[in-house]
């Protein structure tokens, strides 16, 4: 399989990314990225401008796509600018991915995506969600985590609390409170390119942890 990666920089992108390239089931893994990756066998990583995204079939033609992109309101700056990354960015992509012949597309959504949610954070997950299935691809996987437990690039303090507070309840939290882990979601999302089944399959965190 040729497998399409987007957000391959970020925590639960870049274990998509190590998981992918050991698995024999991937001939190789497309990751067009801002910033350059170290050069892997199996691995093409063009460097493009997720604003002006070039139309050369050779980035967009893959089996199947996981997507993984996203940021956060303080990282992007403003509602609309947060709009354009966890929106905008995947949609295009999927038109594309799916014009040069993807069949399948992995979305990396959220717990709570819903178009009617009063919380934009999970508004535009929903939204995201809606414009992609309406794409019509063969096989459209939509990943809710909850919160995940892993180091990021940028501070998030309020996330660093809720992980603390999180590890300490554990044992006496539901399974759909516990907090997903990266590598899981990774192998999850992987599997789901690989084996998902026809229609549209929504994968709930407890079945990450």
Avoid at 8 to 20: D, F, I, R
Wanted: net charge positive; proline share 7%; charged share 25%.
């Amino acid at each position: 399989m040729k497998l399409l990666l987007l957000g391959a920089t970020g925590l639960v992108g870049s274990h998509v990314l190590e998981t992918a390239l050991a698995d024999p089931r991937i001939a190789e893994v497309i990751a067009p990225t801002r910033r350059a990756l170290e050069p892997r066998d199996g691995l093409s990583a063009p460097r493009v401008d997720f604003d002006n995204l070039p139309r050369d079939p050779s980035i967009w033609t893959a089996d199947a796509v996981i997507c993984a992109l996203g940021t956060t309101l303080r990282t992007a700056g403003s509602r609309e600018r947060f709009y354009r990354v966890d929106h905008d960015y995947p949609l295009e992509i999927a038109r594309l991915a799916k014009a040069n012949g993807a069949n399948t597309f992995v979305l990396n959504s959220a717990m709570g995506a819903d178009v009617k949610s009063l919380f934009f954070y999970s508004r535009v997950k929903g939204e995201v969600e809606r414009d992609i299935v309406a794409l019509g691809f063969e096989r459209t996987v939509l990943v809710r985590p909850g919160l995940i437990d892993g180091p990021r690039n940028e501070p998030r303090p309020m996330e660093q609390l809720a992980r603390r507070v999180l590890s300490v309840l554990r044992p006496v939290l539901p399974a759909s409170a516990r907090a997903n882990k990266p590598e899981a979601i990774a192998r999850v999302m992987l599997e789901a390119a690989l084996n998902a089944r026809q229609g549209v399959t929504i994968v709930p965190s407890k079945a990450m942890l």
